[in-house]
């Protein structure tokens, strides 16, 4: 583990890279993780925090979920994450870059318990402790600390909270953060400010949004522009100008519980932003209840997204002024560009390609490399007209 204290740079900076919902196996698609290598050089961030569905646990061999007795299905599933943990940390370790993690819906749901992939991510050298003492949260739910320029006094931190596993509803649904863990983050923050003279500014990153980032939608007709449907009422809604900045391709898919986490944020006053992920399609900012709410995009390439949403999102953090933060997202085509080889790489490794991915293959045999550069072309207008 990384035993190095975090701090300021000299110019007074601190760089956060989120990568949320990598959702890779451990046989990958390439794109992803070659957006990720440039993006890691890009930004040269001072620290990565993985922020859930890390790994497509559910699938990673379609082992079923709560089979702990099969020791040798579990045997193989552990050699088969140990190996689709690799590909997302091992270049990260390359860079010597710090890195903290927390789990997701997909992450909790196989034979390898959350305990025995900590201690995955444990054994690389440039994880950050995410050991608890506190026996009264579940096990990775801790803080980061980060110092002042001169590494003397604690000036910034990150809370990392678990929000990983199913609902009262079973598979698909969503648990909730705990009100053991909305304890501890109460005690801990007043520790913080007792040791350091004034509360210690800070962000949240968990993975699952809380139930009140649905006020960000406003009901809309099926034909408006941005309008997403919520299933759960089949009305169609879109993202409020008004009330946050960015887009949304997709209903948010929340917690079933609250037990006051904003209020309890709002109270401390410490924390500058509560920064989500699991909803791939979408990115925005606003403010709900004085707090400052950051929700992410996914990074997968083979789960679902689109030609917008799949990126990661940067922080960046003001020594002089930590009241306040600066956030941008970057997408692949950010990185990449929309010439030719980028969007077939794309279109090559994205989930919601396949079927078109088959088509270029049986064009490819059939008429050559010119016709297809003139096809993607036109699928390129089109996501650009449609987005």
Same mark, same amino acid.
């Given at each position: 583990?990384?035993?190095?204290?975090?701090?300021?740079?000299?110019?007074?900076?601190?760089?956060?890279?989120?990568?949320?919902?990598?959702?890779?196996?451990?046989?990958?698609?390439?794109?992803?993780?070659?957006?990720?290598?440039?993006?890691?050089?890009?930004?040269?961030?001072?620290?990565?925090?993985?922020?859930?569905?890390?790994?497509?646990?559910?699938?990673?061999?379609?082992?079923?979920?709560?089979?702990?007795?099969?020791?040798?299905?579990?045997?193989?599933?552990? !050699?088969?994450?140990?190996?689709?943990?690799?590909?997302?940390?091992?270049?990260?370790?390359?860079? #010597?870059?710090?890195?903290?993690?927390?789990?997701?819906?997909?992450?909790?749901?196989?034979?390898?318990?959350?305990?025995?992939?900590?201690?995955?991510?444990?054994?690389?050298?440039?994880?950050?402790?995410?050991?608890?003492?506190?026996?009264?949260?579940?096990?990775?739910?801790?803080?980061?600390?980060?110092?002042?320029?001169?590494?003397?006094?604690?000036?910034?931190?990150?809370?990392? +909270? /678990?929000?990983?596993g199913d609902g009262e509803n079973g598979v698909g649904s969503h648990e909730w953060v705990k009100p053991e863990t909305l304890d501890w983050y109460v005690r801990k923050s007043r520790e913080l400010q007792l040791?350091?003279?004034?509360?210690?500014?800070?962000?949240?990153?968990?993975?699952?949004?809380?139930?009140? $980032?649905? /006020?960000?939608?406003?009901?809309?007709?099926?034909?408006?522009?941005?309008?997403?449907?919520?299933?759960?009422?089949?009305?169609? =809604?879109?993202?409020?100008?008004? !009330?946050?900045?960015?887009?949304?391709?997709?209903?948010?898919?929340?917690?079933?519980?609250?037990?006051?986490?904003?209020?309890?944020?709002? !109270?401390? #006053?410490?924390?500058?932003?509560?920064?989500?992920?699991?909803?791939?399609?979408?990115?925005? $900012?606003?403010?709900?209840?004085?707090?400052?709410?950051?929700?992410?995009?996914?990074?997968?390439?083979?789960?679902? #997204?689109?030609?917008?949403?799949?990126?990661?999102? @940067?922080?960046?953090?003001?020594?002089?002024? $930590?009241?306040?933060?600066? $956030?941008?997202?970057?997408? =692949?085509?950010?990185?990449?560009?929309?010439?030719?080889?980028?969007?077939?790489?794309?279109?090559?490794?994205?989930?919601?390609?396949?079927?078109?991915?088959?088509?270029?293959?049986?064009?490819?045999? @059939? +008429? #050559? @490399?010119?016709?297809?550069?003139?096809?993607?072309?036109?699928?390129?207008?089109?996501?650009?007209?449609?987005?």
């Open positions: 583990m990384y035993n190095n204290k975090l701090k300021f740079n000299s110019d007074g900076k601190f760089i956060i890279l989120q990568v949320s919902d990598a959702q890779d196996m451990h046989i990958p698609r390439k794109g992803m993780f070659k957006m990720l290598n440039k993006v890691y050089d890009k930004v040269n961030p001072d620290l990565i925090v993985l922020t859930g569905d890390n790994i497509l646990g559910n699938h990673i061999n379609d082992a079923p979920i709560g089979n702990r007795q099969n020791v040798k299905t579990k045997k193989g599933t552990l !050699k088969r994450m140990k190996k689709a943990l690799g590909f997302l940390l091992d270049p990260i370790e390359k860079r #010597g870059i710090p890195f903290a993690f927390h789990y997701g819906n997909h992450d909790d749901r196989n034979m390898i318990s959350k305990k025995e992939q900590a201690e995955i991510y444990g054994s690389y050298d440039h994880c950050i402790p995410y050991e608890n003492d506190d026996e009264t949260v579940d096990y990775v739910n801790y803080n980061v600390p980060i110092y002042d320029s001169k590494g003397e006094k604690m000036k910034y931190n990150i809370w990392m +909270i /678990d929000s990983a040791e350091n003279g004034s509360p210690v500014m800070s962000l949240m990153f968990q993975h699952i949004p809380v139930l009140e $980032t649905v /006020d960000f939608f406003m009901e809309c007709d099926k034909d408006d522009k941005g309008a997403v449907l919520n299933r759960a009422d089949n009305k169609y =809604y879109k993202l409020n100008p008004e !009330k946050a900045t960015g887009f949304a391709f997709e209903y948010p898919a929340t917690v079933e519980k609250d037990f006051g986490q904003l209020d309890m944020l709002r !109270k401390r #006053g410490d924390v500058c932003a509560l920064v989500f992920g699991h909803d791939h399609l979408n990115s925005f $900012t606003g403010e709900l209840d004085g707090v400052n709410i950051v929700q992410s995009p996914g990074a997968s390439f083979r789960s679902y #997204g689109n030609m917008i949403s799949r990126g990661v999102r @940067v922080f960046e953090i003001d020594e002089n002024d $930590t009241s306040s933060f600066r $956030t941008y997202t970057i997408s =692949y085509f950010d990185l990449f560009g929309k010439k030719f080889p980028s969007v077939l790489r794309y279109i090559f490794n994205a989930d919601e390609y396949e079927k078109i991915k088959a088509l270029i293959i049986g064009l490819f045999a @059939v +008429i #050559g @490399v010119g016709l297809i550069a003139y096809l993607v072309s036109i699928l390129n207008l089109y996501n650009k007209f449609l987005f």
